[in-house]
């Protein structure tokens, strides 16, 4: 602490970012200020709760780098943050993009679901973004039902299924009625953009024509279609005369957390929206103007301007996003803006109990077994588990969590080089293989490493720690007779655990946890090898089909669950059947 304190003496007050370290001077923390001194030394005095006192207690330096505006601090913090993915910069993790549904319309009309928009040389056919991908797949099968656009990826040699129950008009025949199809993309593109009353009405007349002809199985399913979309696709209209894409931003703050709502404006309806609640470290200034920013550097299309609340700084903003940033005074506007905030506010309050008692478990449980194991700092912990037939399809897995949550990006499959039963082999490669990428990339060391197993395994992963210079605790799990957790065993001690307390129900969580993830991975490699010596045997199914199987499904589970016109997108009917037949009886 004298360290800090010396240090924030000689600061300035002037624009910049600053990165905090902890004991084995990892940057755990990114962030920006106006004016550096005064943000550094918020930190280290008065009393802090949740995330940022978590944080402070891991603080033991600091280091900072001066600019000359806010907008550059914002600009570095981003870089920064994307360099060293610090582990308190929550916000910014695990985010993934998007979905967009793609309309080609080059010769044969074909909808698509697509992420990577960058690839994209043309993005005025891309509509979205979607919240989740779902939402984008409903929407493109309602649309598929509808219309008879193209299915399949390439050609096949004669028309599919989708051609004889009329979904597809045959364009493997080179037979292209160019006026129907113009008509077909001309209300796509309408309903895509917004407007879904042709639909509807198209819907509803055919509705009436196939009642009439007492055809009531299909006049039912045509009335449900239109139901859906009135019900999930019309969206609520906007007061707005125009017709430009905005996204609109706001957001509520309370008990150290901040909800953020975002709706998505085309075509004058909120076409979707998405809500995003974390812990707050920073003030909501900042931690506002990072997720805008972030929010688009995700693989998203900017539309034309976004509606932002009165406490953010629109300059700025626009400077690093290059858009149009509005903040609305009054009228509709403004009434947007306050309506996405009311909507934060509501989407807190229905999970934040929730929210709250998961962490509290979780906390309690970490500092429950940091103690008991007299550990000076445990945030990161690295779980093992083995799975094998017969010695055989040999297979480890590794999950991490930091701080008592999953960090999925993070976990990791090993393929055994040896295949036979040898638990000690298999935890001696595994091991080594991990902590040797560790040492030779300067990845994050664990703070725990856990493997399921007793005395032997854990002296065997302690020899190869050791061997390769490191120091980090390892800890086995023991069971009982029900197979379920009963103790810890660390330092040749055996650490009795009570099962009524929230450390217990953490370990079970962590051991599920890495159990189905490996055991998941194994039946992936036996069904995998399952599934190519039973595609070899289905007649009219060569390497390359074989390959395009393997592609799609990976599993035999899967390919039992595709439909007939699912496997007629790959294969011909005849071939399809065959296989249809084939595993059937498998």
């Not at 060569?542 to 592609?551: D, S, V």
């Amino acid at each position: 602490m004298d360290l800090i304190k010396k240090k924030l003496s000689l600061v300035p007050n002037k624009p910049g970012c600053y990165q905090m370290k902890n004991k084995d001077g990892i940057i755990i923390y990114v962030g920006k200020a106006k004016k550096l001194k005064n943000r550094l030394s918020s930190y280290f005095r008065g009393n802090h709760t949740g995330k940022t006192k978590k944080l402070v207690s891991e603080i033991v330096d600091f280091e900072y780098i001066v600019v000359d505006s806010e907008t550059e601090a914002l600009i570095l913090e981003l870089n920064l943050i994307k360099k060293y993915d610090p582990k308190y910069n929550i916000l910014l993790r695990d985010d993934k993009s998007y979905p967009y549904i793609e309309f080609k319309t080059d010769g044969v009309p074909k909808l698509e679901v697509v992420r990577n928009i960058n690839r994209k040389k043309t993005k005025d056919k891309l509509f979205g973004p979607y919240p989740n991908v779902t939402a984008a797949r409903n929407t493109v099968n309602l649309l598929n039902r509808i219309y008879p656009l193209r299915k399949c990826n390439t050609y096949p040699k004669k028309p599919c299924l989708y051609y004889h129950i009329g979904q597809c008009l045959g364009y493997c025949n080179n037979v292209i009625e160019e006026e129907k199809i113009n008509e077909m993309k001309n209300e796509i593109l309408s309903f895509l953009r917004g407007n879904d009353e042709i639909v509807i009405n198209k819907l509803t007349k055919e509705m009436h024509i196939e009642s009439g002809k007492l055809n009531f199985e299909k006049a039912k399913e045509l009335k449900e279609m239109i139901e859906y979309i009135k019900y999930v696709l019309q969206g609520q209209k906007v007061e707005l005369k125009d017709n430009i894409d905005r996204d609109v931003f706001g957001y509520y703050v309370e008990k150290g957390y901040i909800s953020i709502q975002v709706f998505f404006i085309r075509g004058g309806k909120i076409l979707e929206r998405v809500s995003k609640i974390f812990p707050m470290i920073d003030d909501e200034y900042d931690e506002l103007t990072r997720f805008i920013v972030k929010f688009y550097d995700k693989n998203l299309i900017k539309p034309k301007e976004i509606f932002i609340p009165q406490i953010l700084d629109e300059t700025i903003l626009e400077d690093v996003l290059d858009l149009k940033v509005v903040k609305p005074l009054k009228g509709v506007k403004k009434a947007l803006v306050d309506l996405a905030s009311e909507n934060a506010k509501t989407q807190l309050n229905q999970k934040f109990e929730l929210i709250k008692k998961d962490e509290e478990k979780t906390v309690i449980a970490q500092e429950e077994l940091r103690t008991i194991l007299n550990l000076p700092i445990l945030s990161r912990i690295e779980i093992f588990d083995n799975a094998h037939l017969f010695g055989t399809y040999n297979v480890s897995g590794m999950v991490v969590y930091i701080d008592g949550i999953p960090s999925k990006n993070d976990y990791r499959k090993y393929k055994i080089s040896v295949d036979k039963n040898d638990d000690y082999g298999t935890m001696r490669e595994v091991i080594y293989r991990r902590y040797f990428k560790v040492l030779v990339e300067d990845l994050t060391k664990p703070d725990l490493i856990i493997v399921d197993g007793a005395k032997g395994q854990i002296n065997v992963a302690l020899d190869v720690i050791n061997s390769l210079g490191l120091s980090i605790p390892i800890v086995g799990l023991k069971k009982d007779n029900k197979h379920t957790t009963s103790a810890l065993i660390f330092n040749n001690k055996e650490i009795e655990i009570d099962k009524r307390s929230n450390l217990f129900y953490l370990l079970e969580r962590m051991q599920d946890e890495v159990h189905e993830f490996t055991i998941n991975y194994h039946k992936q490699l036996r069904s995998k090898g399952s599934l190519e010596s039973i595609l070899e045997s289905v007649e009219g199914i060569g390497n390359k089909r074989k390959i395009e199987l393997l592609k799609k499904y990976k599993t035999i589970t899967k390919m039992k669950e595709a439909s007939l016109e699912e496997l007629c997108l790959i294969l011909p009917l005849n071939v399809a059947n065959n296989l249809k037949d084939f595993l059937s009886n498998y």
